[in-house]
C-alpha cells in the first residue's frame, strides 16, 4: 500500500494551498482518510479528518479556514487551506484507516507559510 501526497509548498501569509493524496495497492476498504502535520521540533498532531460517512473532524486552529473532502471510491483525500497563518508550517502527512483497523500514512509533504 503507498499513500502519494501532492501540492504544499511556499505561501505568504492569508493566501492559499492545496493538499491531495491517493492511496494505492492492495488496500482493503477505506473506513476514514485524513491530514495530520507536524512542525519542527512538535509532535504530530491532527489537522482534519473525514470518514466513510463524510462525518469530519477538524482541528480547533484550523476550523473555517481548511476544509477536507474525501473521494473514496478514487482512495483520495484533499485539504483545501485558506488564509494561511506561518504557524500552519509543517510537514503534512496524510493517513488512511481501513475497516481492517489497518493504518497507513503518506511521506509528507511540506507547506511553509512565510513572507
Known amino acids: 500500500v503507498q499513500l502519494q501526497a501532492s501540492g504544499g509548498g511556499l505561501v505568504q501569509p492569508g493566501g492559499s494551498l492545496s493538499v491531495s493524496c491517493v492511496a494505492s495497492?492492495?488496500?482493503?476498504?477505506?473506513?476514514?482518510m485524513g491530514w495530520y502535520r507536524q512542525a519542527p521540533g512538535k509532535q504530530r498532531e491532527l489537522v482534519a479528518t473525514?470518514?466513510?460517512?463524510?462525518?469530519?473532524n477538524y482541528e480547533d486552529s484550523v476550523k473555517g479556514r481548511f476544509t477536507i473532502s474525501m473521494e473514496g471510491a478514487k482512495k483520495t483525500v484533499y485539504l483545501q487551506m485558506n488564509s494561511l497563518k506561518p504557524d500552519d508550517t509543517a510537514v503534512y502527512y496524510c493517513?488512511?484507516?481501513?475497516?481492517?483497523?489497518?493504518?497507513?500514512w503518506g511521506q509528507g509533504t511540506e507547506v511553509t507559510v512565510s513572507s
Open positions: 493517513n488512511v484507516r481501513t475497516i481492517r483497523a489497518e493504518n497507513f
Open positions: 495497492g492492495n488496500i482493503a476498504r477505506i473506513n476514514a
Open positions: 473525514i470518514n466513510a460517512d463524510d462525518v469530519i
